[in-house]
């Protein structure tokens, strides 16, 4: 196999094949929490990628010096400082989606995609390819978020690109009556085993 | 040995490290967070004083509060910044007082409360409730405001906050003397006082002398007693060590514990020879039964939830049936009093029944409504048969 071809394979395994969301069930927490808006679940997404890249890339730089005994500790406090620098990062350049995600972001800390990642993964391989590992896991999280913000939140509040008034698209008009069960968090749930039905049936089907 | 220093030195510098990175984003980030929230609470401040011209920061024990002025340096009125300890954390808010002490408007500014749980301190329909409420209101729980049931934690201690607040601000900043009684005024003696409870009056006895209340007894009251016990004489102790009425009266039974100290607030003010306004004692009401007219009567009073609709049949001068027609109480609790309250009335023939049960309060409104249904048939001059 060409070299090049491992780097993609890396970064688009967390896509679909091994989608943490879809196929891994990680990360449910703020799965469930963050998406009744496009643009929330967008946004933690975006966080999320930017810890497991800084993490995966930290601890394959450094898998040759931790310890296996103390690995897990280590790895905490690098998601840890990660996570509250980036949470830092939000509260001075995006208060709005800061707010909105709230005790979400703190907790990318336990979400376990992540430490699965520099477990399985970046403590073992190449910094390019944990990096790209890295990448593709959070891009395959934010993924699986946007799909499930976008189908909660056009069937929940009617919209797309809320809830800030100024970017709100309202899609079917004022006599709209939305399922306000998908922008509970039962509506989550539901949102979610349907979209894993289908996301199985068509991974059958086609055979991915 | 040497392995364990080994680890801990690594997780030491892993430690030292994470906090030099730490410490850098947080340089880079903290002013402009600062600054942004500055923007934020100026514009908070815009939004509940339009147009005002500049204010000045007073920071006590309490919180901070801000004098606001307009452009010919009138108090417009006052902004506090306060910290409450709510479900998980502290919740800061700040809330607007005009220059009477009146409340303007809450603005949460952090709270760290579960979502979609305490986060209901930050809804409109929980906050737009105290607004236009001053230092001359309650701002109690149940009397004038609302808890959010299943987030008692968080809306309890924000209520409590701003009454505080509200208190403080009218005390500290509008010169405005909040009446509190000096016990040391109040001559030796032992006065009756009472006030409203969580279900009826409660009737309290206190005893000053030397200038301090030396005993507080309850000598009166309709409340449920595995409740009761919450409050007493938890509360009164309380009092007695404090010298003070200004407690915490959150404990599992806080409409009790706030009739008792109400009821303790009226025995000291009549003590002073104040006015006070007590709950005006029941009239025992005595219906002659022998004077009712054979027939069945409606009649309905308030429940716990809402109306309570009787019927009750009368032959030869005695009950010999109640029906409950209508109510709207939870039926798990409801069936506590329903048939029980029915039967002893008719069992005793007579209305000064216990209604101590796992429903007292649709104890009390079946057993009035059966009041109001037969004084209704005495009122219509004895006039007969409804049927």
Redesign the interface.
Known sequence: MEPKNVYLQDLTRGLVKENPVFVALLGMCPLL?VTGFLFYGFGMGVATTAVAFGGTLMVSLFRN???S??RI??FI??I??LV??VE??L???Q?ELHEAL???VPLIVCNCLILGRLEAFSSKKPVLRSAADGIGAGLGFTLALVILAFVREVLGHGSLLGPNPDTVIQLFGPNFEPMTIFAQ?AGAFIALGLLLALFNMFTKRFNI | MREILRLSLILALVGIISAALLTAAYNVTEPIIIERRAADYRQALENFFPGFASFETEQVEEGQFDLIYDDTDDLMGIMATVAVLGYDGDITYNLAFDDSGEIIGINIVSHTETPGIGDVIERGSFQEQFEGKSHEDPITAGEDVEIVTGATVSTVAMINSIRQTADFVAQSFLGIEVEEIDFAEVPDGTYQGSAQGFIGPIVVEVEVSGGEVIDIEVIEHEETATYFVESYPLIPERIIEEQNLDIDTQTGATGSAEGIVNAVENALLKALGEDVDEPVEEEPVDIDLSEVPDGTYEGSAEGFMGPIVVEVEVADGEIVSIEVLEHEDTPEYFRESNPLIPDRIIDEQDFDVDTETGATVSAEGILKAVLNALSGALDNGGGGDEN
């Open positions: 929490g010096l931790i310890p005994q103390v500790p280590i406090v690098i840890a400082t509250t620098v830092m990062s509260e001075a350049f208060p709230g005790v979400f968090p």
